[in-house]
């Protein structure tokens, strides 16, 4: 784990390094998800935000049918024959 000495600025603004900002592919910006939890502050890219949601809704759903995005359009597709 890399940390650094950061500091809040009176408006809420924080910077993040740029070696850190590389990193995540954020070298020219973009939208994060901030989320506090259990006193900490975490910070996670959109495509890290979708990879630990997909992951636990694999964990929840694994083995239902219909759970996978293929298994869904092909339910959706028999209702609509059905219809």
């Given at each position: ?16 390094p ?37 992951a ?13 995005v ?9 209702e609509?024959?059905?219809?």
């Amino acid at each position: 784990m890399n940390a650094i000495l950061g500091r809040v600025s009176d408006s809420g603004r924080l910077s993040l390094p740029s070696t850190f900002r590389k990193t995540l592919g954020l070298e020219h910006g973009g939208d994060v998800v901030v989320e506090m939890s259990d006193g900490a502050i975490h910070v996670r890219t959109l495509d890290q935000t979708v990879q630990r949601s997909r992951a636990l809704t694999q964990r929840l759903l694994a083995n239902q049918p219909g759970s996978d995005v293929d298994g869904f359009l092909a339910e959706r597709k028999r209702e609509a024959q059905n219809d």
